[in-house]
């Protein structure tokens, strides 16, 4: 490489990101209406599923290596919850994998958890929360 030339930036590598949040349990429709607005402002295609007590975001995101995607996906939540009245919920799971590690994992897994958009998810089992 030439002296001073800048260096080769190759493109970045698709993601699969999941984060989970956990909480205390909130208003189903305050739920659903900031993370409606949270879907608008974020601008790609967002799943998100929630119910009182969890949301759970899915999305693809570009990035160079799974470090900065991560740190990325870390302070999504916090960048977007006041604007979206979220509840300040910690980050419970984060899960990033690259596409080939998504195709074996998903292949031919469950479509309605990739679609962009707001939906209930059926209440779980209880929490071993005291």
Do not use: K
């Amino acid at each position: 490489m030439a002296q001073g030339a800048a260096p080769l930036r190759l493109p970045g590598v698709m993601w699969h990101v999941t984060l989970t949040f956990h909480g205390q349990p909130q208003p189903a429709g305050r739920l659903r209406s900031g993370l409606e607005t949270l879907v608008f402002h974020h601008g790609i295609d967002l799943s998100a599923r929630f119910n009182r007590d969890t949301v759970e975001l899915r999305y693809w995101d570009e990035g160079q290596d799974c470090r900065a995607v991560v740190d990325a996906a870390m302070s999504l939540w916090d960048e977007h919850r006041r604007n979206s009245d979220l509840p300040a919920w910690p980050v419970v799971g984060v899960e990033v994998l690259d596409r080939p590690s998504f195709r074996r994992r998903w292949s031919p897994g469950d479509p309605a958890l990739l679609e962009p958009g707001v939906r209930e998810m059926p209440d779980g089992p209880p929490t071993l929360d005291p």
